[in-house]
């Protein structure tokens, strides 16, 4: 079985501070895909990146980076320099070698001007 | 290039009542999935379509669950009777699967079902 947890349900935070959502994840599979998708508050959820099993190399696109870490089974999203517009829910979500995805309960960030 | 479609976009029946929803994936999607979310909640698979194949349906409630995709194209979701724990958001996604790798999926906006 697998499960993603993401232990932060809601986050407030001012704009223009630091904010880090945790995911962490259990899989019994040798490959897998980790994902982060945005739902904004319109409702549709909107991929924001995917990570394989075999790439723990960080990413940073714009204000977004990410810190894949296998030793840890974590995949945690930061935002730097938070914005009005970055408030929704985030999902992390994992998929196994069988193609089964597996979504968090989300975390809702609040950005207050 | 078009989304996912959904519709309807909001359902309101009555306990007992059938109900149908309908999905038109990305052009050249072979992989589409249905999801169930409750409010608070992420996404929960309810059934993943590899073109007509349904490949993953364990967690669809089959007593009164049923899907199909019949061409590999659009699908339709429906539920008969529904109770009043059906009310949920239910979200439809395609992604290409090219072989064992997993892409990005893609969501459309969701049917809002309320059972009453």
């Known amino acids: 079985a697998q499960k993603v947890t993401q232990a932060q349900t809601e986050i407030s935070v001012v704009e223009k501070e630091d904010v880090t959502l945790d995911c962490v994840y259990e899989t019994r599979d040798t490959t897998y895909y980790l994902f982060w998708y945005k739902q904004p508050p319109s409702g549709e959820l909107v991929f924001l990146i995917r990570?394989?099993?075999?790439?723990?190399q960080n990413e940073i696109s714009g204000r977004y980076s990410w810190n894949f870490q296998k030793s840890t089974s974590s995949f945690n999203f930061t935002i730097t320099a938070s914005q009005v517009v970055d408030s929704a829910v985030y999902f992390c979500a994992l998929s196994g070698n069988a193609g089964k995805s597996t979504f968090g309960d989300g975390t809702t960030l609040t950005v207050k001007p | 290039e078009a989304g996912v479609v959904q519709s309807p976009r909001y359902k309101i029946i009555e306990k007992k009542q059938p109900v149908a929803f309908w999905c038109n994936p990305i052009s050249g999607h072979n992989t589409l999935y249905w999801y169930r979310q409750n409010l608070g909640q992420g996404p929960e698979l309810l059934i993943r379509y590899e073109n007509e194949e349904a490949v993953d349906d364990s967690q669809l409630p089959k007593d009164r669950f049923s899907a199909e995709r019949l061409k590999g194209v659009d699908s339709t979701l429906k539920i008969q009777p529904a109770e009043l724990g059906d009310s949920a958001v239910y979200l439809c996604?395609?992604?290409?699967?090219?072989?064992?790798?997993?892409?990005?999926?893609?969501f459309g906006p969701g049917t809002r079902l309320t059972v009453l």
């Open positions: 996604a395609s992604s290409f699967r090219p072989g064992l790798h997993d892409n990005e999926q893609f």
């Open positions: 990570r394989n099993s075999f790439d723990e």
